[in-house]
């Protein structure tokens, strides 16, 4: 009865009957609800809006359609998924980044190849066949998803077969082409490191060695209690 009473006194001011329906909040202030279609996955952002003579921002709701194939980034590299291959590459070779940079781009349509640099000092052998740095230094080496490990000019075939380009390598499936394309590259991935201006590998890994002693582990030590 009070708020009956008050809404009287309201349409009554100035000495004239006004249409309660004529008072409402204004346009900017309703909230219209609804359920989302139950049949895709929502996730629920809000963002302010500014309207004037507002001292504070009305934080309106806004829906987006979560994106379950969106790949997670590993290492500071993209990881899809639905992975058909792994690439273990050395992050640090110049020439062997340009190939890697090519790959990676046309992965982008596909999204079949997992790339890893095994230059990282935080590279796992556990989580990768138990291939460690020195092995993968020695030559190329891909990982299927079934955990099959390939090496040399078939890896490079694999590799590229994922990403359209199975015709570079098509050639290399047919004997005796295939021992003299792995010959060849042997070669070449018995001096890359000298071809591209860098040391050893004996001292490669001996400085490697060195980064990750000098490398604190965050668990326990003195001067984080100092």
Not at 26 to 36: D, I, K, M, S, W
Not at 137 to 166: C, N, P, W
Request: net charge positive.
């Amino acid at each position: 009865m009070a708020l009956r009473g008050a809404v009287a006194t309201v349409c009554n001011i100035g000495g004239r009957r006004r249409n309660p329906s004529l008072i409402s909040v204004p346009h900017f202030l309703r909230l219209n609800f609804h359920e989302p279609p139950s049949h895709s996955p929502h996730r629920f952002t809000s963002f302010p809006i500014f309207q004037p003579g507002l001292r504070y921002p009305i934080r309106a709701i806004s829906e987006a359609t979560a994106d379950p194939s969106t790949p997670k980034k590993e290492n500071g590299e993209e990881s899809p998924q639905n992975w058909n291959i792994k690439m273990l590459y050395d992050g640090e070779c110049p020439l062997c980044m340009r190939e890697v940079n090519m790959l990676r781009e046309r992965n982008k349509r596909y999204g079949t190849i997992k790339f890893v640099d095994i230059s990282l000092v935080d590279y796992s052998p556990e989580e990768n066949q138990g291939l460690d740095y020195k092995t993968v230094m020695g030559s190329i080496h891909a990982i299927l998803s079934d955990g099959t490990v390939v090496t040399d000019v078939e890896a490079f075939r694999r590799l590229y077969e994922q990403v359209g380009l199975g015709w570079v390598y098509a050639i290399t499936k047919y004997e005796p082409i295939g021992k003299v394309a792995d010959a060849i590259y042997s070669v070449w991935a018995k001096y890359r490191l000298q071809i591209t201006g860098r040391p050893p590998l004996e001292e490669v890994l001996k400085a490697r060695k060195k980064n990750k002693v000098g490398i604190p582990h965050l668990h326990g030590l003195p001067w984080l209690h100092a």
